[in-house]
């Protein structure tokens, strides 16, 4: 493991992204970024990715983070809001990937497993632990924006373990993973 090393964290979603970058320095960590990117004001759909994906380059270009921690779409059982979702993590994903940064997946349980020690943790008990954490002075009125930054801090605390979610370093990897996926 790097001595010094940046991760993004995001939690993708088609109405609010949240997103947190945490810098990391052995096994400490410290927040550099917590915000949100607000969608509510584009009524389509494609525009909303397009924001996304270019809210994520922008991140990238900004803080030049060396991994990519994702917050999963649970599953529902609204399909349309879960195609949403999945769009939108997958616009997210293709942004770090074009840019050659190595992407993680976690579970929304996951997630509150690796804050709280709970998996059915609220976004709230995620959001103080997190500001007890990273010494956070206030929370954000918009727990999407410490959402992200929980998928940050996971991957942060998964990173000496062996994961089993999904790990992909390019699209190489990412189409050796998923070759069920691709229609031939």
């Known amino acids: 493991m790097k001595g010094e090393r940046i991760i993004l964290g995001v939690d993708p979603g088609t109405t609010v992204m949240g997103f947190g970058l945490i810098k990391c320095v052995g096994q400490k960590m410290e927040l550099v970024q917590l915000d949100e990117l607000i969608l509510k004001k584009y009524t389509d759909h494609y525009l909303k990715l397009q924001k996304i994906f270019e809210r ?7 803080y030049h983070p060396d991994e990519m921690a994702l917050e999963a779409p649970f599953f529902g059982k609204n399909v349309q809001s879960m195609l949403k979702l999945g769009r939108a ?14 992407v993680v997946e976690y579970s929304p349980r996951k997630i509150k497993m690796a804050i709280t020690g709970n998996g059915n943790a609220s976004k709230e008990q995620v959001a103080k632990m997190l500001q007890s954490l990273l010494t956070l002075k206030k929370l954000p009125d918009n727990l999407d924006a410490t959402d992200g930054l929980a998928a940050a801090v996971c991957h942060f605390y998964n990173s000496n373990k062996v994961v089993t979610d999904k ?12 070759e069920d996926r691709i229609k031939k």
């Open 56 to 62: 994520t380059i922008q991140l990238i270009e900004t």
């Open 89 to 102: 993590q997958g616009v997210a994903m293709a942004a770090g990937l074009s840019r050659q940064i190595p």
């Open 167 to 178: 790990n992909y370093s390019g699209w190489a990897s990412f189409v050796k993973q998923n």
